[in-house]
């Protein structure tokens, strides 16, 4: 069964870091870009953080550019998505998602997502 599962999510202080997990089950990472989005309480999901297949190419949401790093680990069919330097705005639940190419379609389906508070 093809399934992503996320996880690394939690209570943080604002300034605080998490990394994030996006584990891949019953496929191969290789051959897709990996996207995180959120979605916060109230808002539509947004688009976070893509990387191309091969970890060449990264692209940002502007509010969080500098602050947070996507990667990949292929031989462990793992993304990761390291944040820092947390806000309260970044409170949301984080989803990965398989995508053709970066803003492309979705191959599969969503994950359950990992919830991230930013708190004091």
């Known amino acids: 069964q093809l399934q992503l599962v996320e996880s690394g999510g939690g209570l943080v202080q604002p300034g605080g870091s998490l990394r994030l997990s996006c584990a891949a089950s019953g496929f191969n990472l290789d051959y897709y870009a990996i996207g995180w989005f959120r979605r916060a309480p109230g808002k539509e999901r947004e688009g976070v953080s893509c990387?191309?297949?091969?970890?060449?190419?990264?692209n940002y949401l502007d509010s969080v550019k500098g602050r947070f790093t996507i990667s990949r680990d292929n031989a462990k069919n793992t993304v990761y998505l390291q944040m820092i330097s947390l806000k309260p705005e970044d409170t949301a639940v984080y989803y990965c998602a398989a995508l053709y190419y970066c803003k492309g379609p979705l191959f599969g389906s969503w994950g359950q997502g990992t919830q991230v508070t930013v708190s004091s």
């Open positions: 990387i191309s297949s091969k970890g060449g190419s990264t």
